[in-house]
């Protein structure tokens, strides 16, 4: 083993570290390894920046961008109603559904998005139901994580061993290559989950309630009554004509602005901006910011007249106000935070009116409570804001948006332009006539040319961290294809196996694909994986699909645990699910996926 190989291996070894310690951030570590790389002189700069300019990281971010177009066109959350219309309360059928439904449309977008899109989608069944959301999250997760194994842009890892394969002279998989071995697995991993879900509980939510909220609902449930005023401005009231930037109503009187309705001009409801001038007549709709707000003082010595709180009030489809409810997920970095050490107001540009500890309100002190994973928290604010937290889902997971929200969609006429990019993207990724990276692209370019996605939401969209990975990971195989790292594995896996066959050697690059995915992501694991299989296949004289292949569905099949996966990870809080749940569950899955992959990898790949 020659020094440079050590340097690469401690260096691999202190990022698998860093990456099950979860400190820094996966995208930070992978920052580490482009930095590292070049400075212990195993690649120079080129080499190890040479991520950015991989077509299939391009290829994910735009992907990123399509997934977003079916999220504001409403093509998402037609499918989830569809589900509940069709399967009512039948548990067997609604998990039937639903994992059928996550594993379509994870095939086309990212499973991460999807599993973000769905579980306020599977939350609401279960409120609906009397269901346990946790009998219906695991399976949720699973088909995210299946989904991957539908199509060739299903997940990164299919790219990452597309790649390897176009990189070493043979020819890739097309779109549909991966559909015989997901569809198999899919209505395998059916079975298994009717079956295992007696392990996922069986006490159902509280309040379970019918459909979508109305807002005025939230107003009851969360005792919204004593924390929100209306107030209209006097003539004679020390605050007409002075711009907001030189007030402090939060600090001055207990007051968090959220919107003023002016009612004259066509210009009824107006979000609060620093350069507002305030007016005699108009009406500020504000959050109590701190318990034991004495009102009836504060509206005598700001020249202010208390109006009764109405439906209308905060239902109006033109006001740009509105409200939903978040999901504090596992991991997220607010928790243990309260609001206030959070800064959670200026980040996201919204108020928390409300806070929930499992089913129960609290109403005093919320700029004070630790937050914890499971907390729902109501926020109120302009929808624009609402949308951006929506979609960035780093620190929240959306669980419910009023029914006054369906008003307010961003694309919803926009969703037959949407399936329109959407069938040409395949069309074209199916017959190969443009490059998958050009399909995309021109996908992303129609639904911004129809109005599906915007510059500014089509940015957010992208989830950067994976693609920082992605890129830090891709110099990994270069050092260790440079240094002797990938023939020296291959070599092991051949000495364990490679005695008793071929099917023996799928079946270690299995495990081991499996095993590693354990403890970084899945993504990062066929990096460094894939050019190990094609070692193997070229020492063997041996075709390097099936090879390719299997290590694909490896990296895909992160069931085992809640860190072996963001898909995991999102449905802890929501799902209340401990470490052994994924243990039980995904444990067999696992092993069934590889019998499966054993018997069906050969036979439709000959070696």
């Not at 599977?122 to 539908?150: K, Q, Y």
């Not at 006097?234 to 309705?261: C, F, H, K, M, Y």
């Not at 110099?475 to 364990?496: C, I, N, S, Y």
């Not at 403890?519 to 099936?546: K, R």
């Amino acid at each position: 083993m020659n020094p440079d190989l050590i340097k690469v291996l401690l260096l691999l070894a202190t990022a698998i570290a860093m990456f099950v310690a979860n400190r820094p951030r996966m995208d930070v570590v992978a920052l580490i390894v482009i930095a590292g790389l070049p400075l212990l002189g195993v690649l120079d700069a080129g080499e190890a920046l040479a991520g950015f300019a991989d077509p299939n990281v391009v290829l994910i971010g735009l992907l990123f961008v399509v997934g977003e177009g079916l999220v504001r066109t409403g093509i998402a959350q037609w499918i989830g109603d569809r589900i509940v219309a069709r399967a009512g309360a039948q548990e067997s059928r609604l998990i039937i559904l639903l994992m059928i439904a996550v594993a379509g449309m994870g095939s086309v977008m990212s499973s991460t998005g999807v599993v973000a899109i769905f579980i306020p989608v599977a939350l609401r069944i279960a409120a609906r139901t009397g269901l346990a959301a946790s009998r219906l999250l695991m399976p949720l997760s699973v088909a995210a994580l299946l989904s991957g194994m539908m199509t060739l842009v299903g997940t990164p890892p299919n790219l990452v061993v597309q790649r390897e394969l176009v990189n070493g002279g043979h020819a890739g998989f097309g779109f549909f290559s991966f559909t015989p071995f997901g569809l198999p697995l899919l209505a395998l991993a059916i079975a298994w989950m009717l079956l295992a879900r007696r392990w996922l509980g069986a006490s159902a939510p509280p309040a379970p309630r019918p459909g979508r909220p109305r807002l005025a609902q939230w107003v009851e449930e969360y005792a919204l009554r004593e924390r929100l005023f209306r107030l209209r401005i006097r003539r004679d009231s020390p605050l007409v004509g002075r711009p907001l930037q030189q007030l402090d109503l939060r600090t001055e009187a207990g007051l968090n602005l959220l919107v003023i309705d002016r009612g004259r001009e066509h210009q009824h409801h107006i979000t609060p901006a620093a350069a507002t001038n305030l007016a005699a007549g108009d009406i500020l709709l504000a959050d109590e910011s701190s318990p034991g707000l004495a009102l009836g003082a504060v509206a005598e010595r700001l020249g202010l007249e208390p109006l009764p709180l109405q439906e209308k009030d905060l239902a109006h489809e033109n006001q740009p106000l509105g409200m939903a409810e978040f999901v504090v997920p596992a991991h997220s970095p607010l928790a243990g935070q309260t609001l206030v050490q959070s800064r959670f107001r200026s980040q996201h540009d919204l108020t928390v009116i409300g806070l929930k500890h499992g089913a129960t309100p609290r109403s005093p002190d919320l700029l004070t409570q630790p937050l914890h994973a499971g907390d729902t928290l109501l926020v109120a604010g302009p929808w624009r804001a609402i949308r951006r937290l929506q979609a960035s889902q780093d620190d929240l997971v959306l669980l419910n948006l009023p029914r006054e929200s369906e008003a307010v969609a961003p694309a919803a006429a926009r969703a037959p332009f949407a399936l329109a990019a959407l069938a040409l993207m395949i069309f074209l990724m199916t017959t190969g006539a443009v490059p998958n990276v050009v399909a995309a692209l021109l996908t992303c370019l129609l639904m911004g040319a129809t109005g599906c996605v915007n510059l500014a939401a089509a940015y957010r969209s992208i989830h950067w961290p994976t693609l920082i990975l992605i890129v830090g990971m891709i110099p990994f195989a270069l050092a260790l294809e440079k240094t002797g790292g990938v023939p020296l594995a291959a070599r092991l896996l051949q000495d364990v196996a490679g005695g008793a066959g071929p099917r023996a050697l799928l079946a270690a690059l299995f495990v081991f694909t499996a095993l590693l995915g354990l403890f970084i992501s899945n993504t990062a694991t066929a990096i460094l994986v894939a050019p190990v299989a094609m070692s193997l296949a070229a020492q063997q004289g041996l075709s390097p699909h099936p090879f390719a292949m299997t290590v694909a569905l490896a990296a895909s099949a992160a069931f085992m645990t809640p860190v072996s996966s963001p898909v995991n990870t999102l449905v802890v809080g929501p799902g209340g699910y401990r470490f052994m749940d994924f243990v039980r569950v995904g444990v067999p899955l696992a092993l069934m996926t590889l019998l499966v992959t054993l018997i069906l990898v050969p036979w439709l790949l000959p070696f």
